[in-house]
């Protein structure tokens, strides 16, 4: 029942633009959720830091926490490996500030503005000088397949949700994946009839697997479009309205979703995946994550190992990347770039998308930031007022800022490439989606060597 206006909770809601609806707690303006905590009543919950509870309640609610069941079952799982995928601290070597544990934006931040102006302009000459030597062939890609009409037109349930951005990603990230081999269309869109089946027996890919997957509507497309017959979705979080409830409903569809975190899957565990020749998805997975779902592919291929025949990963995110899960680590140090040069650089990529640079924003390499480094550091000669990196940071232009975030995400991925290339597979980056539907629009592509990747 809903609180009257005289035992209505006090606090403003400024996005709602009312009060909160709840009912006040007694002798309080404010309900449970929105009364006043005195300091150092309310600490973390060691299960799940993204709640807090009474320190005088805690042995109580260690016993009873959600996610310990969660937890519990999990450990149970054959597939679970603890840390599995989360990578190694290699030793450094080139000297590092900061600490083997997670290195957040602040402290990126505070990186940057710790060094010296002439150390920071250096940085941008190396980035310029990295970036043109190793990241000419990203072209776009933008991709409606056939196959996914269906889709397209809105010839699905009116139960699924639609919005044309997300059709438009799904749809050429899939297209990809068909234009490289890894996915061979049906004759008709809704379903694989048996000569279809027939027909691709010998090279068939009969399973996807989606990380990150969220409600899981990329795959939904993939089994509605291409007569996909098993499914995995591997998400930590939980969701409602997902698309599991239509997949079921497909007939000879099987569909596991894994609610584990990237970094713990074991995915040669998965006794149903044994010797199943797949494709691995991801739409927009954040920073390591796709770091994460590359290890977890590719690192350890052996025996009865699931077997990978493509994948596709929109990444995104970038300035949530980290050291120790970072995929290739040897090619970040060949280009002389050391691990505190890799977490500014990360830094530098919320430049890219931190304004709506959309439609308007030129080519990567239409804006020569090493001319404009060089009028910069003659200018700032004799100019008191330039004497540290923020200041030189906060007279730069805000698209030469968002420049330098691109050009450092397209850096980064490349190293991903190169690693996915070392690894066995035909592998690219493309610009799948125009700017001006997601400025994260670069997709990893990658194929079994001789696939039609250019």
């Known amino acids: 029942m809903a609180a009257t206006s005289n035992n209505r909770c006090s606090f403003w809601l400024p996005k709602k633009k009312r009060s909160c609806a709840n009912t006040r707690i007694e002798s309080s303006m404010f309900c449970g959720n929105h009364s006043q905590r005195l300091e150092g009543e309310w600490i973390p919950c060691p299960i799940d830091p993204s709640h807090s509870v009474l320190q005088e309640n805690l042995e109580w609610h260690v016993k009873r926490c959600p996610l310990l069941k969660q937890n519990v079952a999990l450990s149970g799982q054959?597939?679970?490996?603890?840390?599995?995928?989360?990578?190694?601290?290699?030793?450094?070597?080139?000297?590092?500030?900061?600490?083997?544990?997670?290195?957040?934006?602040?402290?990126k931040r505070n990186l940057l503005y710790s060094m010296i102006v002439s150390k920071f302009h250096q940085l941008i000459k190396k980035i310029e000088a990295v970036h043109g030597d190793i990241c000419k062939d990203i072209k776009d890609s933008y991709l409606s397949p056939e196959a996914c009409n269906m889709w397209f037109n809105k010839e699905i349930d009116r139960k699924l949700p639609f919005q044309?951005?997300?059709?438009?990603?799904?749809?050429?990230?899939?297209?990809?994946?068909?234009?490289?081999?890894?996915?061979?269309?049906?004759?008709?869109?809704?379903?694989?009839?048996?000569?279809?089946?027939?027909?691709?027996?010998?090279?068939?890919?009969?399973?996807?697997?989606?990380?990150?997957?969220?409600?899981?509507?990329?795959?939904?497309?993939?089994?509605?479009c291409y007569g996909i017959k098993k499914v995995y979705l591997v998400e930590r979080k939980s969701y409602k309205l997902k698309a599991d409830r239509s997949l079921r409903q497909k007939e000879d569809l099987v569909l596991e979703r894994m609610r584990i975190d990237i970094e713990d899957l074991n995915l040669n565990a998965v006794e149903s995946l044994h010797g199943v020749p797949y494709v691995a998805v991801g739409k927009h997975l954040c920073g390591p994550a796709t770091d994460l779902s590359l290890r977890c592919c590719l690192s350890r291929q052996v025996g009865e190992s699931p077997i990978l025949k493509g994948l596709a990963i929109a990444t995104c995110c970038h300035h949530l990347c980290q050291w120790k899960s970072y995929i290739n680590k040897e090619y970040i140090f060949s280009l002389g770039i050391s691990k505190d040069e890799?977490?500014?650089?990360?830094?530098?990529?919320?430049?890219?998308?931190?304004?709506?640079?959309?439609?308007?924003?030129?080519?990567?390499?239409?804006?020569?930031?090493?001319?404009?480094?060089?009028?910069?550091?003659?200018?700032?000669?004799?100019?008191?007022?330039?004497?540290?990196?923020?200041?030189?940071?906060?007279?730069?232009?805000?698209?030469?800022?968002?420049?330098?975030?691109?050009?450092?995400?397209?850096?980064?991925?490349?190293?991903?490439?190169?690693?996915?290339?070392?690894?066995?597979?035909?592998?690219?980056?493309?610009?799948?989606?125009?700017?001006?539907?997601?400025?994260?629009?670069t997709l990893l592509v990658a194929g079994e060597p001789n696939s039609s990747i250019a």
């Open 78 to 107: 054959r597939f679970y490996q603890k840390g599995i995928n989360a990578g190694n601290e290699e030793k450094e070597k080139m000297g590092s500030c900061c600490p083997d544990s997670v290195v957040t934006s602040e402290m």
């Open 164 to 224: 044309k951005k997300h059709v438009l990603q799904q749809g050429s990230i899939l297209g990809n994946l068909e234009e490289i081999g890894a996915l061979k269309r049906c004759n008709e869109n809704v379903e694989c009839c048996e000569s279809d089946l027939e027909e691709k027996e010998d090279n068939s890919v009969s399973a996807v697997v989606e990380f990150g997957a969220g409600r899981g509507y990329l795959t939904q497309m993939l089994a509605d």
């Open 342 to 441: 890799f977490h500014i650089m990360t830094g530098f990529t919320s430049w890219a998308v931190d304004d709506d640079h959309g439609s308007n924003l030129p080519g990567v390499d239409d804006i020569d930031l090493l001319a404009s480094n060089a009028k910069k550091e003659e200018e700032e000669v004799g100019d008191d007022s330039l004497s540290s990196v923020e200041e030189v940071v906060k007279k730069m232009k805000p698209m030469e800022r968002a420049v330098l975030g691109f050009k450092c995400k397209q850096i980064i991925d490349t190293g991903r490439m190169k690693w996915v290339k070392k690894h066995g597979l035909d592998s690219k980056l493309v610009k799948y989606i125009p700017a001006s539907i997601s400025p994260e629009n």
